[in-house]
């Protein structure tokens, strides 16, 4: 019997989250699973205190199951109530035997599991609350509490990474046994980076204060002009002060703009180096960043802070340069390395190989195959 998957996700996540959701769906189609998506508006902790004025309620359907909260205006976020009264309506239409939902909008999916008993799946791509806490959200702790919530009463976990897994199972006393790793993936692009000269070196991705794009700045500041070429891609609440700083200081960078992901891949085959500079926070050294597998896609050599599982993999499979430090001189002699035509290729060629024999989203997403098997068997 086939089995039918309902997916609740966020209308308005993140690139990293769509990335990853579209290819779940993609991935689940393609291995005969009947998959129904409902994308909801996450939940703030300001709607436990007053439900957002103005918002406009109302499903729109769609031939291939898809149905979506809209509102008038962006960023309104909905109440908790009315997301479960609106996942209710959704299961009255539509059959399913297995929800599977991401962690942001994991409350009000449990609310539906436990009312059908119908096993509830919860895929953790971060860490919401500490990435709240870093923020300086005062709401934080509300979050976490939701997190703790989320990650007991579901029947199972998905995390992106063995680090991730082991902060669950110890912070929030979760069975090892109901955490599966998941991590993120990406697929080798038709056309890949060759060496060429100057380097064009490129940090592609959001503007967010974990990824510590005013280190890319400083970077590109002091690096030899006449070997490397810097490009900036992306977007965030810090652009402006970001292309300001980039003006004002004429520091030799281009900045691209925002892309859409396949003129953003097709951009990256183009560069030769791809930078990743990062926190070492807990939200990172939880997380499995699909830029840096995107780099690796597209034949880049990646420099990063050694970060987690993501930084041990790029040593491991040397496919780019994990950094012990983040000093600006740690990048810089990185670059001047892969300067070296033998030692560029080499890591290329390796980047390359790992996303095809380890981060395809074929193969990372098999675990996930297995946990619906089992659940399907119970």
């Not at 409902?38 to 436990?48: L, W």
Request: net charge positive; aromatic share 10%.
């Amino acid at each position: 019997m086939t089995m039918r998957v309902l997916f609740i996700h966020k209308a308005h996540g993140g690139l990293g989250d769509r990335i990853r959701v579209e290819n779940m769906i993609k991935f689940l189609r393609e291995k005969g699973f009947v998959v129904s998506e409902a994308s909801v508006p996450s939940i703030s902790p300001q709607s436990f205190k007053h439900t957002c004025l103005n918002l406009i309620r109302y499903m729109l359907p769609f031939h291939d199951s898809r149905f979506f909260i809209a509102s008038r205006r962006p960023n309104f976020y909905l109440d908790l109530n009315v997301s479960i009264n609106f996942l209710n309506r959704i299961s009255r239409k539509i059959s399913f035997d297995v929800i599977l939902a991401q962690s942001l909008v994991g409350w009000s999916a449990l609310e539906l599991s436990e009312k059908t008993s119908i096993p509830c799946i919860i895929d953790v791509h971060g860490l919401i609350a500490i990435e709240a806490r870093n923020r300086s959200c005062k709401h934080w702790r509300v979050l976490k509490q939701l997190e703790a919530e989320v990650f007991k009463r579901c029947t199972h976990l998905l995390v992106v990474s063995k680090a991730m897994k082991e902060y669950i199972a110890s912070c929030f006393n979760v069975g090892r046994d109901k955490i599966t790793v998941v991590t993120n993936g990406s697929d080798v692009q038709d056309f890949t980076s060759r060496y060429d000269f100057p380097l064009k070196v490129i940090y592609a991705g959001n503007f967010s204060y974990w990824e510590k794009v005013y280190d890319y700045l400083e970077i590109a500041k002091k690096a030899n002009q006449h070997a490397f070429k810097f490009f900036l891609a992306g977007d965030g609440p810090p652009k402006k002060d970001i292309l300001r700083q980039i003006t004002n200081e004429k520091i030799p960078i281009q900045y691209l703009g925002y892309m859409h992901r396949r003129k953003m891949l097709k951009t990256m085959s183009t560069c030769q180096v791809g930078i990743a500079p990062s926190t070492r926070d807990l939200s990172r050294i939880v997380a499995f960043p699909i830029k840096v597998l995107d780099y690796m896609a597209c034949g880049l050599p990646t420099i990063a802070s050694r970060v987690g599982d993501w930084g041990e993999m790029i040593e491991r499979e040397n496919c780019g340069i994990s950094l012990e430090t983040d000093k600006i001189e740690s990048y810089l002699d990185a670059l001047e390395v892969l300067r070296e035509k033998d030692v560029w290729l080499e890591k290329s060629r390796n980047g390359i190989q790992t996303i095809k024999q380890k981060y395809s989203w074929n193969k990372v997403l098999s675990p996930l195959q297995e946990v619906l098997t089992e659940i399907s068997r119970k």
